[in-house]
């Protein structure tokens, strides 16, 4: 992973959100590359510690840092997920999406998340249980393959009773590995 470009953004992106004291998590391909396997991305992909209601309050903290230029003036809703999109101002071919921890399991994941080194420095991510749950929460099919991939690797390490109380909550099918 060390290799990748995306890890001096990823750098660069995790001390921008230390120092504004935003709580996050990296949760898109990145983060499958540290609990799976690497894989292409173009993106980098954070949870963070705040909801919808706080919209206000997360695109100051970022537009204060003069780091980057917003795509949307709004915060984009998908069907189970909302997100603020931006790109580096340093590298327009960055985008960030900022992910807002919305609902209980969102706000549980994030608080269970893991601090891991990355090149030189640390990230937090979520648990590999976390990042499952997110992933098929999304449904995309990349993420259903990420789901099942890490699933797959993890299966022995996993908390299954966790997975499987939210899995229920949350209407998604964990990945059949028996």
């Not at 994030?110 to 601090?115: A, G, N, S, V």
């Amino acid at each position: 992973m060390d290799d990748n470009p995306l890890i001096q953004y990823l750098r660069e992106l995790c001390l921008f959100l230390d120092k504004a004291g935003i709580e996050y998590m990296l949760v898109g391909g990145l983060a499958v590359g540290i609990w799976g396997e690497p894989r292409a991305t173009v993106d980098i992909d954070f949870m963070v510690s705040f909801n919808m209601n706080d919209f206000a309050a997360l695109r100051q903290k970022i537009n204060d840092s003069n780091a980057f230029i917003f795509i949307q003036d709004k915060p984009m809703t998908f069907e189970k997920i909302s997100l603020l999109r931006a790109t580096l101002k340093s590298n327009l071919d960055i985008f960030v999406d900022f992910l807002f921890a919305d609902n209980d399991f969102q706000k549980e994941a994030l608080m269970r998340r893991q601090t891991v080194e990355v090149a030189d420095f640390t990230v937090n991510i979520p648990t590999p249980e976390d990042l499952v749950l997110l992933k098929l929460i999304s449904g995309r099919e990349q993420d259903i393959l990420d789901a099942k991939k890490i699933f797959g690797m993890q299966r022995g390490h996993l908390d299954m009773e966790y997975m499987q109380r939210w899995s229920g909550k949350l209407q998604v099918q964990l990945p059949d590995y028996t």
